[in-house]
């Protein structure tokens, strides 16, 4: 094979993605939500056991969010990596597309997580005996900047969508 | 069990027997049906066999033997027995395709009004996902929030018809999301994908609830383990579930994919 066939075939593969635009960023809104809530589960719960798996001020509509969020994560995870399959089957994969879908999910779930179910719902706290605090901002500044450089990936490549 | 549990005494062996044979019964038929129709048919997949084979021994082992004595007296076993009974059985039992087996296996006018019988109007709404989901979850929500848990273990009838319903429920269940055999009126794939989400959502909310509040007559500490293994056992399956059902859908989508790039090219 000549190394001009293999450009061509290189460029063939993700010559639709301007089709699927808002296809890359669902599955990648998906992706990001449904692996920062595995992250979450494995990092915080299990390995570090910073998280409770059940705090004893938690509001019933925080056992219910949880849950939702819970199925979803793993359901969003599954789901995405076939609608990912199914992109790159139609020659429609954008990576930056993509990402700009993973970081926007990822952040939007740990935000949600950091602000309305650790504080508003009292589902549990990032980490029991100590102040509280400084947890909590690392936290919800790491959201922030994942939810930026999310739209900020998503409107450069809206802007390329012709 | 030195909880206030100690005076649930497990059943008679006869009775545990009883409850078992529906479930040797259909483990020889199928494997008969599957010898009986290789000889003029296609071969039947093994994988289809191994399945029906260890959904069964699943099935089995919660209902009779060591285990079922124990998962009468504690919880947390209690709970790996629903995940067996309730979960993993019907998936592995819907997986080897009985129905499938059955139409093969019979002449062809049974089969015709087998599968009429099938198309019915009934059947049909119970299969429905969320008919399937209230009766499955629901019935859950129903046993471990009320008393009925409690007289389960003591009353010997609503003993077996809470394990015939469980079972029965986890496999319409099952049948409802994923498509193994064949299927009249099949819903979307979205449509599917969202009301299994809620099920089992549903699922792991019970599980947590169980933990705050351990039914009746369960220690807090066997609640509270019973509850973990409800949650994180449960993924384990759901995960399956999903898995197939994207599966099934990643199958279902490629027929129209290679239509497409056909005339393109």
Known sequence: ?162 | MHSHETHLQGFPNLIQAIIVLPFLISLVIYIVAVIYSNRYKKRWSHFRTISWILGHICAIATLIGPFAELAHINFAAHMIAHLLFGMLAPLLIALAAPMTLLVRSIPVKMARRISCVLKNRYLTLVRNPIIASIFNIGGLWLLYTTPLFYMMHESLLLYILIHVHIFLAGYLFTIAFIYIDPTPHPLSYIFRSIVLLIALAAHSILAKYIYAYPPNHVSPIQAEMGAKIMYYGGDVIEIGLVYLLFYQWYKSTRGSNLAKSIPAK
């Open chain 1, 1 to 162: 094979m000549t190394l001009s066939n293999t450009y061509t075939e290189k460029s063939h593969k993700h010559e639709k993605r301007f089709q699927y635009g808002q296809r890359n960023m669902w599955t990648g809104l998906m992706f990001g939500l449904g692996v920062v809530a595995f992250i979450d589960e494995v990092v915080f719960h299990q390995l570090l056991q910073w998280h409770h798996f059940y705090d004893k001020s938690t509001a019933k509509i925080g056992l219910i969010s949880d849950g939702l969020f819970h199925a979803f994560s793993f359901f969003a995870t599954i789901g995405s990596a076939f609608l990912l399959a199914d992109l790159h089957r139609k020659h429609g994969f954008w990576l930056k597309r993509w990402l700009g879908g993973v970081f926007l999910g990822a952040g939007a779930f740990q935000l949600y997580d950091g602000i309305i179910q650790h504080k508003f719902m009292k589902l549990h706290q990032i980490r029991y005996n100590v102040d509280i605090i400084p947890y909590d901002i690392a936290w919800n500044v790491i959201a922030s900047l994942l939810i930026i450089i999310g739209i900020v990936l998503l409107v450069k490549t809206n802007q390329l969508k012709r």
